[in-house]
């Protein structure tokens, strides 16, 4: 059972703050919640103590006889600000220790994730900015706020992300145990696909695939839980709420994923591909819905979609690391590894990650396993774990061949 301490900022998103504590606190985390004396003009006292099961103040005088403004932030494994006002992160960048939060902050030698909410001109101010920077350059984890309706008819970034993905974010960096303590991909900007495209047949036909995106998010959230200054998710017909902290552009087919990939790579220091793209479209789509009692032909023609993967390694910049997926089933042409090293030798990425798919295999589940396939020919096996994990040991190899 990990500690987490959730501080609570004085702001009007400290209401969502307690789905966050709800997430923790269902998924077996001891939860100690540390508000501003602002923020319990939002929610108070009784409400935080009752669902964290543990006592809350605010200042430093109380509990006066634990040094409870050592001991939290000394014992904690994680600590999560949620919202982070402005003002907080001034605070927390001048070093202020003037209530129990921000001594808090002083004291904890954890991963400490910070997940702002202002409006628009506060955070886009640049005061916020060089502060946003000083905090990553300490090794704290600050995730961009999401760009939506803010307080009254204002809308723009500033919002603060879903709860549930900032939780999940806060789940992330715990499952890396002691090694989140060092933001291993701190300045690093990411760019990860996910999802699956959608080939239309007519406007209400498509060929397509399973894919949920499930994975591609995880490797997102993973990256922004080890300290990437940006990321960015390209996704396919994804379902999922948007990760907390990254920038996602829907698209739909595989023509529109590539030109977006193409758009983003260029900036990018890692890309990782684990999008399910069709190798096909249909050469000739109707542009109405084909009747059954139409004069329809019995065979579809299909032309082949550019391979983004090529492009990627023919159009590499020096010192970018690619990461491709490789989704096999095996059949009559070789087994699931021997297919995937066929396709490592014509696309030789740094890394390639090797899913066997396929009667409740990684599609539209929550675990996955992989063998990863390195340049030179190294091999490394991922057993079924969450695909939360195989995010954490695919960034885990990322970083050791960047090294």
């Given at each position: 059972?990990?500690?987490?301490?959730?501080?609570?900022a004085?702001?009007?998103?400290?209401?969502?703050?307690?789905?966050?504590?709800?997430?923790?606190t269902?998924?077996?985390?001891?939860?100690?919640?540390?508000?501003?004396?602002?923020?319990?003009?939002?929610?108070?006292?009784?409400?935080?103590?009752?669902?964290?099961?543990?006592?809350?103040?605010?200042?430093?005088?109380?509990?006066?006889?634990?040094?409870?403004?050592?001991?939290?932030?000394?014992?904690?494994?994680?600590?999560?600000?949620?919202?982070?006002?402005?003002?907080?992160?001034?605070?927390?960048?001048?070093?202020?220790?003037?209530?129990?939060?921000?001594?808090?902050?002083?004291?904890?030698?954890?991963?400490?994730?910070?997940a702002?909410?202002?409006?628009?001109?506060?955070?886009?101010?640049?005061?916020?900015?060089?502060?946003?920077?000083?905090?990553?350059?300490?090794?704290?984890?600050?995730?961009?706020?999401?760009?939506?309706?803010?307080?009254?008819?204002?809308?723009?970034?500033?919002?603060?992300?879903?709860?549930?993905?900032?939780?999940?974010?806060?789940?992330?960096?715990?499952?890396?145990?002691?090694?989140?303590?060092?933001?291993?991909?701190?300045?690093?900007?990411?760019?990860?696909?996910?999802?699956?495209?959608?080939?239309?047949?007519?406007?209400?036909?498509?060929?397509?695939?399973a894919?949920?995106?499930?994975?591609?998010?995880?490797?997102?959230?993973?990256?922004?839980?080890?300290?990437?200054?940006?990321?960015?998710?390209?996704?396919?017909?994804v379902?999922?709420?948007?990760?907390?902290?990254?920038?996602?552009?829907?698209?739909?087919?595989?023509?529109?994923?590539?030109?977006?990939?193409?758009?983003?790579?260029?900036?990018?220091?890692?890309?990782?591909?684990?999008?399910?793209?069709?190798?096909?479209?249909?050469?000739?789509?109707?542009?109405?819905?084909?009747?059954?009692?139409?004069?329809?032909?019995?065979?579809?023609?299909?032309?082949?979609?550019?391979?983004v993967?090529?492009?990627?390694l023919?159009?590499?910049?020096?010192?970018?690391?690619?990461?491709?997926?490789?989704?096999?089933?095996?059949?009559?042409?070789?087994?699931?590894?021997?297919?995937?090293?066929?396709?490592?030798?014509?696309?030789?990425?740094?890394?390639?990650?090797?899913?066997?798919?396929?009667?409740?295999r990684?599609?539209?589940?929550?675990?996955?396993?992989?063998?990863?396939?390195?340049?030179?020919?190294?091999?490394?096996?991922?057993?079924?774990?969450?695909?939360?994990?195989?995010?954490?040991?695919?960034?885990?190899?990322?970083?050791?061949?960047g090294?």
């Amino acid at each position: 059972m990990s500690r987490v301490v959730l501080g609570v900022a004085g702001g009007i998103a400290a209401y969502k703050a307690v789905e966050v504590l709800r997430r923790f606190t269902e998924s077996g985390h001891e939860v100690r919640v540390v508000p501003t004396a602002a923020a319990l003009r939002f929610v108070g006292e009784t409400t935080w103590a009752a669902l964290s099961g543990n006592p809350v103040t605010t200042g430093v005088w109380e509990d006066a006889d634990e040094v409870a403004h050592v001991r939290i932030g000394r014992t904690a494994d994680l600590v999560l600000v949620a919202p982070a006002t402005a003002d907080l992160l001034a605070r927390a960048v001048a070093g202020r220790a003037d209530d129990l939060l921000t001594g808090t902050l002083l004291t904890a030698t954890c991963p400490v994730v910070f997940a702002p909410a202002m409006h628009t001109e506060m955070w886009l101010h640049p005061a916020t900015q060089a502060n946003v920077a000083t905090l990553r350059s300490r090794g704290a984890i600050v995730l961009d706020p999401a760009v939506g309706r803010l307080t009254g008819a204002d809308s723009g970034p500033g919002r603060l992300p879903e709860p549930a993905e900032i939780a999940a974010l806060g789940m992330s960096v715990l499952a890396r145990g002691a090694a989140a303590v060092r933001p291993d991909l701190a300045g690093r900007h990411v760019l990860v696909t996910a999802g699956g495209t959608r080939e239309y047949v007519d406007p209400v036909r498509f060929l397509g695939n399973a894919s949920s995106g499930r994975q591609g998010y995880a490797l997102a959230r993973a990256a922004l839980a080890r300290g990437a200054a940006s990321v960015t998710v390209v996704a396919a017909n994804v379902a999922l709420p948007e990760v907390a902290g990254a920038r996602t552009i829907g698209v739909v087919s595989a023509a529109e994923l590539r030109a977006r990939v193409h758009e983003v790579a260029p900036s990018a220091d890692i890309v990782v591909m684990a999008a399910a793209v069709a190798d096909f479209r249909p050469a000739d789509p109707a542009t109405h819905k084909i009747k059954k009692d139409s004069a329809a032909p019995d065979t579809l023609a299909l032309t082949r979609n550019p391979d983004v993967l090529s492009e990627l390694l023919a159009n590499r910049r020096p010192g970018q690391l690619l990461v491709g997926f490789a989704a096999e089933t095996g059949g009559p042409d070789g087994g699931v590894l021997e297919l995937a090293r066929a396709k490592h030798a014509r696309k030789p990425v740094d890394l390639l990650v090797v899913n066997q798919v396929g009667n409740g295999r990684g599609f539209e589940v929550a675990d996955n396993a992989a063998v990863v396939l390195s340049l030179g020919g190294g091999e490394t096996t991922i057993d079924r774990m969450s695909k939360d994990l195989v995010a954490h040991r695919i960034l885990d190899l990322v970083v050791e061949h960047g090294d």
